[in-house]
């Protein structure tokens, strides 16, 4: 589903954010990144946003080859991949539904199919109540749910989630991750880069961890770090 | 395609919700755009009522006079009226005799006509051959030719004042246009940075629309809707505006300035279509370039 080969990043300013790293994610997995702050996870997701183009190697997403697109066939790539941010990243002069819908409305998607689709996903993310609410009206855990919903409206194969748990107290993080989870088991694969230890230790899944641009660890079901692991 | 059909409804949708939500902003556009036009609109009367006098003017001074000698022969005279008669460009040529001259003197001097008394004795006034052109433009070539031909005293026409008008009216033409060009740039500059503004406090909606996999077409198009409606506003406040402000100066000067200078103002009727074409789509134009130019330098995420 996602394939990193031999990717580098440099930044103009000399920085190397990203040191030859290979990775393959397969569909359906659900895999954290770990890493202190700086270490290059969000070069990482940025790359395979397309937000940053890498200075070497190759990137693969659904069996087609990113590494070097035209700006014109960005959208389409991004229209693959669901993304969620830790500050939410939502349209405050929309409502709920406005905003979901919105994901829908770029792609031209006939009024009927948003009419159908966006209450079912909205009643996925338990919010059917707050459709017509502004994100100022809601909650953060709230907010995190409208944009975990816009995110996966399209049926993406892919989701990014950029510390979606970051802003939120621990109960509202855990039914953020009990809904990722269930996104996951409906076969959307997930990348999830945390800085939250408990979170990662608990789900027993896929986790990498990247240190100074160097992809140190790969481990199946694991924790945060290895002594957590062994524990 | 249909598609295609209804992103374009999506595009339209969100340019006039966004002229809505946008008002504030919209007022500054606007004002802008209409306070440029209106200037545009003085500079343009003044430009149709100067070629309107020029033509009128030209229209006015289409004939050339020639005096003859008083000992011309009947053989020269038929030689003269032979040669204009073949030119191109003679509506007419009239003989006006000595005494036809005086007769229209003193019709022209009126309660001063007793001064001419007595001279139609001795009547110092020449004949003359008085001929109509379709345009003063074909004077030149006849004159030349006149003036090889014997028993004329002098040639008489306006040529050279025609000349003089045509240059001035040339003058302001081109320089109407300089300040024209010269105001529709500024107000692109002036509107693209209002919009700027505009796209600046939208800059955060502009991202997230690009993360959820929008085209730059579709965020664009919303901006260049807004754009050209706030456009369109400007024009139609400022067409308003010129014609009925206009159309009060006109009839409020027009009889007083027309006897002083012999000179006639454009009728605002008559500038009523040209204005709403030229604001309109100046005004449209300038409001839909301006969002462009101004959203370039946000869509690179």
Known sequence: MIKLVNVSKVYDNGVKALKNVNLEIKKGEFVFLVGSSGAGKSTLLKLLLKEE???????????????RVRNRRIPNIRRNIGVVFQDFRLLHNKTVYENVAFAMEILGTHPREIRRRVPMVLSMVD????????????????????????????????????EPTGNLDPDTAWEIMKLLNDINSRGTTILMATHAKDIV??????????????????????GYDREITTV | ?????????????????????????????ISSISAVLMILGVVLILILSINAL????????????????DDITDDEMVAIEDLVRGKEGV???????????????????????????????????????????KDISYAD???????????????????????????????????????????????????????????????????IMKYVGATNGYIKGPFVIEGLLFGLIGALISIGIVYFGY???????????????????????TILTDISIIFTAIGAGIGAIGSLVSMKRFLNV
């Open chain 1, 127 to 162: 919010l059917s109540r707050k459709a017509s609410y502004f994100p100022d009206q809601l909650s953060g855990g709230e907010n995190q749910r409208v944009s975990i919903a816009r995110a996966i409206v399209n049926n993406p194969p892919v989701l990014i989630a950029d």
């Open chain 2, 141 to 207: 070539d006849i004159v030349a030719e006149l003036k090889k031909m014997t028993g004329i005293e002098k040639v008489n026409y306006h040529k050279e004042i025609i000349d003089k008008l045509m240059l001035f009216a040339n003058y302001i033409r081109v320089g109407g246009m300089v300040i024209i060009a010269a105001l529709i740039g500024v107000s692109i500059f002036i509107i693209s940075n209002t919009i700027k503004l505009t796209v600046t406090a939208r800059r955060r909606e502009i991202s």
């Open chain 2, 54 to 69: 020029v033509v009128d003017t030209q229209s006015k001074f289409d004939e050339i006079e020639i005096f003859l000698y």
């Open chain 1, 201 to 222: 230790d608990h789900m027993q899944k896929r986790v990498i961890t990247i240190e100074d641009g160097i992809l140190v660890r790969d481990i199946e079901k694991g």
């Open chain 2, 1 to 29: 395609m249909t598609v295609r059909l209804r992103l374009f409804k999506n595009v339209i949708k969100q340019g006039f919700q966004g002229m809505w939500r946008n008002r504030g902003m919209g007022i500054a556009s």
């Open chain 1, 53 to 67: 183009e890498p200075t070497e190697g190759s990137i693969y997403l659904n069996g087609m080859d990113i590494t």
């Open chain 2, 247 to 269: 159309g009060y100066f006109f009839d409020s000067v027009n009889g007083k300035v027309y006897d002083i200078f012999t000179i006639a103002l454009v009728q605002p009727n």
């Open chain 2, 91 to 133: 509506l007419s040529i009239l003989f006006k005799s000595k005494d036809q001259a005086l007769d229209i003197y003193k019709e022209q001097w009126g309660d001063e006509a007793y001064l001419l008394e007595g001279l139609e004795e001795d009547n110092p006034l020449p004949n003359s051959y008085v001929i109509q052109l």
